[in-house]
Structure formats: C-alpha cells, structure tokens
C-alpha cells in the first residue's frame, strides 16, 4: 500500500476525495458487474470503510485509489460468497490485474474510467426516465450527492427522493438499459439528454421554481462540475463547451444576485466588481475553443447561442454599456436553433432593449394565446416593457399578475415592489 498522509481535517478529505472520484468509482463497478444498483452499494461501502479508517490511519497518498481497490474488493468477496455467481469473480480479479493487495495503477487505466464515466452519464440520462428522474439520478451517481441533500435542493422529503430515485434504477432495470457508449445519432441523441439534465440542475440552482430562495448555489455549482465532466470526456463537441461557457459566465453572477440585507437584486441594478473574473475567464475561453469548433464547421446551437449571449453581458463594465442590438441579433439565432416560448420571452426583452419597448411588445404580443399561462415569465417582461414606455398603470397590473403566478418568495417581493413603483 502506499504511504499515508496525516491531515486536520479527514472527513474532509474523504468528502472531496468522494465527490472528486465517485463517478468514476461508480462507473468502472458498474462495467464490472453490470449492475448500477450492486455498483452503488460496493462504492458506498468503500466509503464507509474510509470514514473509519482514515481518521485512524492517515489519509492515503492517492485516495481515489484507495477507493476503488477497496471497492473491488467487497466486489470480489461479494461474488465468492456467491457460488452461482463464480464467473464473475474472474471477471472483477481480471479487471484487478490479478493483484488484488497491490494498488491499482489508475492512470494506465485512466482513457477506460473515462469512457466509464461517459457511459455512466448517458445510462443516468435514459431516455426511460423522466427529466426529474434523469436529475435526480445524475446527482446521485454521477455527483455522488447524498439522497438529503439531492432532496434539498428540490424541495421535497429525503422518502420521496429516495423513492424517486429508487424508481428510476428500476425503470433502468426494467428498460434493459445498457452500460454501453452508444454511436452515431444515438450518441448525439444522448449527449443532448446529458446536456438537458445538467442545465436543468443548474437553473433550478441559479433561479429556483419555487421556495423561500432566490437561489440554490449548491445545486448550481454541483451542476457547474456535471459540465466541466462532460466537457472533459467530450472536448471535442461544440455544444457541450458551449454548456459549460454558459454556466459559468452566468455563475459568474451570483454573488451580486442578492443584496447585503439578502434581497434579489436584477442583472441591470447589479455591482459587476462583485461578479466572479475567474469563472468568467473560464467561460470566456470555453467559448473561445466553441467558436473554433463552429469555424471548424460543426453546426451552433441552443448552449453556444445563450452563452454568447452572456459573454456580451459580461464584456459589459456598465449595465449602460450591454451591446444590446448584438444580443437582439443572437436571440434571433436561438429562436431558429431552438425555437419555444421562452426564447421568444427572452428574445422579446432584448428587441425591448435595442429598439425599444414598442419593438419587444411586438414579439410579446405574436405569441400564441395561452402560452405559459402557469408562469411569471410573460407577464414580468410585458411589465417591464410597459414600463420601459411610461405605461405605468399597465405595468403594475402586470408585475400584479406575475407575483401572483410565480412560486418563490423572493421573486414575488421583486415583482410586487415594481407593481408599488406604478401607484
């Protein structure tokens, strides 16, 4: 074994150790038995073993590695109780090298485990599986949350998310969903469901549905990290560096979200010194290596478009200074690249801003009637754009009817102080 370190803090390291290395963890245990629920249980006994021992005996040099020998292990002790089972314990010692007391060499494997993390992504991602169930799953494996925690930041019971994501191994199950990286369409198909998960935990992070707040950074900036995965295993594909961009310069925000007193404060009234350089520098350069890619010829679409969109937001000193016609010109992109309701809301907020609020109102108004009617979203903007034209009676009865359909709290203070702006 090799040399073990002493450190303050072991539950620490063995959290960070955990989050760092649970996907692949997972992943490789999942190609091994070809069982996602067995996989889980070994991974989690790994570290349970770590949480005792550590504090004990040091943390090891190469923690990840320790977890995963580990984990073989009770797979293989697991498989010899087993007599049915026998074939496998070839299987798992193969996989080991045949030296089970010896380290495992994880960088000679290291092109594999990535591949098993890919694979263990798109298996989260199923196309049986509902949007929640393909998020909450992500989470669990891929993210390595507890269920308490995946079950905070979606505002419901640790029972129901266990429940939920006790279904979803079954539907998997059920589905005969195989731990295989798939090719062609079926990839690109795939990659675009992973792509969809990862967005939705962050914009439930960085703009909750519902709730007492405004915000859920963890679940944002666990989100941040599902992306900087994908973009890892798939650097190659425009749009997953486009996710990533587009999460990270619009994280680059949130610390001027919320006031000192915690009240939300809107993108235009923020103090940009408090954004974020270094995840906008990150951002910037995934955007950067995107667009060589779209010169390259792959084709853009809706993830490179919106985080162009917040590279012109954060090219901006001032709110004064936005380059709003170019974000009216790239809204127009999105709408043909990937067309709905919510791009023609966004896209009616920055023809508002580049050629005023007669020009957005118009983009407003051609959206089919009935459209969004449980949200916030076309009432909130047709307000402002009242308000951008001094119609102040139709704009508080319009910030009226958005605080009265949206669901979390701080959004409805924002709302109603803007309808108060309008006596």
């Given at each position: ?39 889980e ?23 990840g590695?320790?977890?995963m020998?580990t ?17 496998k ?7 080991s ?42 989470l669990?494996?891929v ?34 969903a195989a ?17 969809a ?14 709730g ?14 599902l992306?900087?995965?994908?973009a890892?295993l ?9 996710l ?14 919320l006031?000192?007193?915690g ?6 009234a923020?103090?940009?010194t408090?954004?974020d350089?270094?995840l ?24 490179f ?11 901006a000193?001032r ?25 023609e809301?966004?896209?009616a ?15 407003l108004n ?21 308000e ?25 203070a ?9 006596p």
């Amino acid at each position: 074994m090799p040399a073990q370190t002493t450190t303050d803090d072991p539950h620490g390291v063995i959290v960070a150790a955990w989050r760092a290395e649970s996907a692949r963890l997972v992943g490789a245990l999942t190609r091994m038995t070809r069982d996602v629920d067995m996989a889980e249980d070994l991974a989690q006994d790994a570290l349970v073993a770590a949480l005792e021992q550590w504090p004990a005996t040091g943390v090891p040099q190469n923690p990840g590695g320790w977890l995963m020998t580990t984990a073989k292990r009770r797979g293989i002790d697991h498989f010899r109780r087993a007599d049915v089972l026998r074939r496998k314990v070839a299987e798992l010692e193969h996989a080991s090298g045949g030296e089970e007391g010896r380290m495992p060499d994880l960088d000679a494997q290291i092109d594999y485990i990535e591949d098993d993390v890919l694979r263990l992504i798109f298996l989260s991602c199923h196309p049986s599986l509902s949007a929640d169930s393909r998020a909450a799953l992500t989470l669990r494996l891929v993210g390595g949350l507890t269920t308490a925690e995946i079950a905070r930041g979606f505002l419901v019971s640790e029972t129901t998310m266990g429940q939920r994501i006790s279904r979803a191994k079954k539907t998997l199950a059920q589905a005969h969903a195989a731990f295989e990286l798939p090719t062609g369409p079926e990839r690109t198909r795939r990659l675009d469901d992973a792509m969809a998960v990862i967005y939705l935990i962050f914009n439930e992070g960085y703009a909750a549905t519902a709730g007492a707040d405004w915000m859920r950074p963890d679940l944002a900036h666990e989100a941040i990290r599902l992306a900087r995965i994908l973009a890892a295993l798939a650097p190659s594909e425009l749009e997953v560096l486009g996710l990533q961009a587009l999460l990270e310069l619009q994280a680059s925000r949130m610390s001027a979200r919320l006031d000192p007193d915690g009240v939300p404060v809107l993108l235009e009234a923020q103090d940009r010194t408090l954004w974020d350089r270094s995840l906008i520098r990150s951002g910037l350069e995934g955007l950067r290596r995107a667009e060589e890619l779209a010169g390259r010829g792959q084709p853009v679409g809706r993830y490179f478009v919106q985080a162009s969109i917040a590279a012109q937001h954060a090219h901006a000193e001032r709110a004064e200074d936005t380059n709003w016609r170019r974000i009216a010109a790239l809204y127009d992109v999105l709408a043909t690249a990937a067309p709905g309701p919510v791009v023609e809301v966004n896209r009616a907020v920055a023809h508002g801003r580049a050629f005023g609020p007669d020009a957005g109102l118009a983009v407003l108004n051609a959206l089919p009637e009935g459209v969004l009617s449980d949200s916030p979203l076309i009432p909130s903007v047709r307000g402002d754009l009242y308000e951008q034209a001094g119609l102040h009676a139709q704009a508080r009865e319009a910030f009226t009817e958005a605080a009265a359909r949206t669901k979390n709290d701080g959004e409805r203070a924002i709302l109603r102080r803007r309808a108060a702006r309008h006596p």
